[in-house]
């Protein structure tokens, strides 16, 4: 019962959240399984690195696919290429067994989400500024 609650929980906060949220949140997932594969590594769990590296991947790949590069322009290009780098290195990770691409993917995954955070707080300000001044 309380597992079927947790779920529509979650579900309804995916899908009341901001698109700043829901980006937020891939992060947070892909971070969290790159975390889980290394510990799968260390602990030689095969079919549990696949499973989490397979996670982390397909988070990279989505953040990928919903890259705009009408409205971001040069930035949207430089991600797609990190994104793609990401997935070789989870691909060549999956492969060799090999935590060390993971760890290069968990640097880069907090610094994009770090920077992602301040992008969403300062959005934030300045849309309570510009509404203080409205009101």
Partial sequence: ???????????TSVQSASREKI??????????????AIKAIEEKKIADRGMNIGRAFDIV?????????????????QLE?????MMEQYTKANINGDAAPLQANLKLLQTL????????????RETEDSDKKAG
Avoid: C, P, R
Wanted: aromatic letters at 14%; zero cysteines; charged letters at 25%.
């Fill in 1 to 11: 019962m309380n597992k079927n609650a947790y779920q529509k929980y979650k579900q």
């Fill in 23 to 36: 980006l937020l949140m891939l992060y947070e997932g892909a971070i969290k399984f790159t975390k889980l």
């Fill in 61 to 77: 790949m989505e953040l990928n696919n919903t890259l705009d590069h009408k409205v971001g322009g040069d930035i949207a290009s």
């Fill in 81 to 85: 290429q990190l994104y793609m780098f």
């Fill in 113 to 124: 989400y770090d920077g992602w955070v301040q992008a969403v707080e300062k959005l934030k």
